[in-house]
């Protein structure tokens, strides 16, 4: 895979306008976007067929997270929009996610379609370890993590959402195939924002990542394909 297939770029914004806009003036540099709740709440499934349109690669981060049949089916709707990733949480548990990987498999293969790929998330990065414990779980985080990443791979999903300092444990765990998709990534002279776990492209990579999700050190830059281009060298230095 190269650099440019791993570097996932976030279309955090509310209108179809500005996502647009930043999409044209990326151009050929990206070819990997993530459409979140923010973007798709706001205007709906269009904005993924329009990436498909571009001959981009869409990854539709709604994090879903129900009873298994309510979630399977909302994975084969979504899947209908031509998304290449799709997610769950996996404290939705191992029947949850294992019905959502099949029924999205039959779905595709009655199409004679390639399935979307279905990733996990595993501990939002946003939970500290009081706020762990404060929901009544007694190990860290840390632990849960990988527990989840395997619970993940066991249901036959592809792999997960991960914070870059977790990924080598995980590449560990769960074998050189299973995607690792991090954010918090922040090149060496960026603003870090609001992201506290946060590694360099290179350093994510290294660490065994496989797909890096990078939204305002692009987004806000005053030259975003300059920027786009100037990570795309630093991951090409760790590939
Ligand atoms: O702007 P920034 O590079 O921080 O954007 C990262 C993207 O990854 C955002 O869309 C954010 O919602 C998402 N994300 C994250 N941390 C997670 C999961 C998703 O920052 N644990």
């Known amino acids: 895979m190269t650099a440019k297939e791993r570097l996932i770029v976030a279309l955090d914004y509310s209108d179809e306008a500005s996502a647009k806009a930043l999409v044209k003036e ?4 990206a070819s990997y976007y993530k459409v979140g709740m923010e973007l798709f709440y706001a205007v709906g499934g269009g904005i993924v067929r329009y990436l498909k349109e571009e001959g981009k690669q869409v990854f539709l981060d709604l994090k879903l997270h ?3 049949n309510t979630v399977a089916g909302g994975l084969c709707s979504l899947s209908a929009l031509g998304a290449d990733i799709l997610n769950v949480h996996a404290s939705g548990g191992l029947p949850m996610m294992k019905t959502g990987a099949e029924r999205l498999r039959e779905a595709a293969a009655k199409k004679g379609v390639p399935a979307p790929k279905l990733i996990a998330i595993t501990v939002l990065t946003s939970i500290g370890e009081m706020d762990w ?6 190990r860290s985080v840390r632990d849960a993590v990988l527990r989840y990443a395997r619970l ?3 249901a036959g999903l592809d792999g997960v959402v991960a914070s870059p300092q977790e990924a080598k444990a995980i590449r560990e765990a ?7 998709v991090t954010p918090g990534v922040r090149p060496a002279e960026a603003a870090i924002d609001d992201q506290s776990r946060v590694a360099t492209p290179a350093a994510a990579l290294k660490a065994g990542a ?4 990078v939204g305002r050190p692009i987004r806000a830059a ?3 394909k300059e920027a786009a281009e100037k990570i795309l060298q630093e991951m090409e230095c760790a590939l």
């Open 26 to 29: 990326l151009g050929d540099t």
């Open 66 to 68: 129900d009873i298994p």
């Open 133 to 138: 414990h404060a929901m009544g779980n007694e």
């Open 152 to 154: 993940t791979k066991e």
């Open 174 to 180: 769960c074998g050189e195939d299973f995607l690792i």
């Open 210 to 213: 496989s797909h890096l999700v």
């Open 222 to 224: 005053a030259n975003p």
